[in-house]
C-alpha cells in the first residue's frame, strides 16, 4: 500500500498451453470483489511485454483493501472483442 506494486503474468493460449508472446494484455482495478462495487481506479493500461508470454503490470494502491485486477488478453490477430473470451480476474489485498 502506498506504493508501486508489480504483478507478473504467464499468459498461455488456452488451446496449445504455449506462451502468448505478442497479445495485448490490458488491465483494470477495482476496489472490491470482482463485479461487486465497479469502482475502477483510474481506466484500463496496458501490461508490459517482458517476453516469453510473460507480462508485468504495475500500479500503487493508496488504501487497505481487497482489489480485483481485471485481466484481458487479445491475442495477435484477433479483434477487441475476443477479450472477454479471454478475461481473468485476480484478487488482491493490499495492507
Known sequence: MGKEAQVKLLVLDKNT????????VTVGLEEGAPMSSMNMIGGM????????GTYLVKFTL????????HTHVIPAGKSMHSMMNNHMDIGIIAK
Open 45 to 52: 493500461f496496458d501490461a508490459e511485454n517482458l517476453g516469453g
Open 62 to 69: 493508496d488504501s487497505p483493501g481487497y482489489y480485483t485486477l
Open 17 to 24: 498451453g504455449n506462451p502468448l508472446t505478442d497479445a495485448q
